[in-house]
């Protein structure tokens, strides 16, 4: 693996960020189960979401079914290569709750790494709060992700995280993070731009103009594909 130890030792290894994440899970999971069961979430893309990675899991991603008896009409931009990483346990376990856990996880490791990004040593308890609050109370976490189920969203870390691999020099790594972020969704070349345009202020000329072109390339052909 191309990661720098150094560059992830902190704050994946700080007990800060790992009381963060593991309270953020808890409390993003139980939201995400609770409207689910109260029939608040967005059932037509969760649906779609665990049937196919079942599919997926048990090696008959091509079955016919209420998805893939017209696989591409059905699927259309739906379709991602990240839903191969969490086949496995939806084989195990088949259910819709499944992938909001998963999705929750993803996005309490996002808020615990950004809030450890800006957090100060000389911040006070209060300034500290704030933060945290600021970071894990957005709305976009409870009016879009903790209603649905978007694999960009559960394995929106990886995207943070390779900034913060660019920002430490670590180019390589940062790379690898991003190209497993973007395969997650063809949109998702839009924040590969950003990444381009962050690496021209870091003044990596070469990475930004290495992946500028690849992103508009990579959404060209995907989007051929799924729309």
């Known amino acids: ?30 939201l995400s189960a609770l409207r ?32 893939t008896a017209y696989l591409k009409p059905a699927l259309g931009d739906h379709l991602s290569l990240s839903l191969l ?9 088949p259910n819709a709750y499944v992938l909001l ?11 615990a790494l950004i809030y450890s990004s800006i957090a100060s040593k000389r911040d006070r308890g209060i300034t500290k709060l704030i933060k945290l609050l600021a970071v894990s109370l957005n709305p976009f976490i409870f009016n879009s992700a903790l209603n649905d189920f978007h694999p960009e969203v559960a394995f929106s870390f990886l995207g ?10 670590n180019y ?12 997650t969704k063809e949109a998702m070349a839009i924040f590969a731009i950003c990444f381009a345009i962050y690496a021209l202020l870091c003044k990596q000329y070469r990475i930004a103009l290495f992946v500028a072109p690849g992103a508009l390339i990579y959404f060209k052909i995907a989007s051929s594909i799924v729309d």
């Not at 693996?1 to 009381?19: G, N, V, W």
């Not at 979430?41 to 048990?58: A, K, M, P, R, V």
């Not at 990483?85 to 376990?93: E, N, V």
């Not at 390589?172 to 395969?183: E, G, N, R, Y």
């Open 1 to 30: 693996m191309p990661f720098s130890k150094d560059a992830l030792s902190m704050p994946l290894t700080s007990r800060s960020f790992q009381s963060i994440t593991i309270i953020l899970f808890g409390f993003y999971s139980l």
């Open 36 to 67: 689910h069961f109260l029939l608040h979430s967005g059932i037509y893309d969760l649906g779609l979401f665990t049937q196919w990675s079942y599919l997926l899991g048990i090696g008959q991603p091509w079955q016919p079914s209420s998805l």
């Open 85 to 93: 990483s969490i086949s496995p346990i939806l084989k195990l376990l």
């Open 101 to 111: 856990l998963i999705q929750s996880l993803g996005l309490s490791l996002l808020c």
């Open 160 to 169: 943070y995280l390779s900034l913060l691999q660019l920002r430490e020099k």
């Open 172 to 183: 390589s790594s940062a790379l690898f993070l991003l190209s497993l972020f973007v395969l």
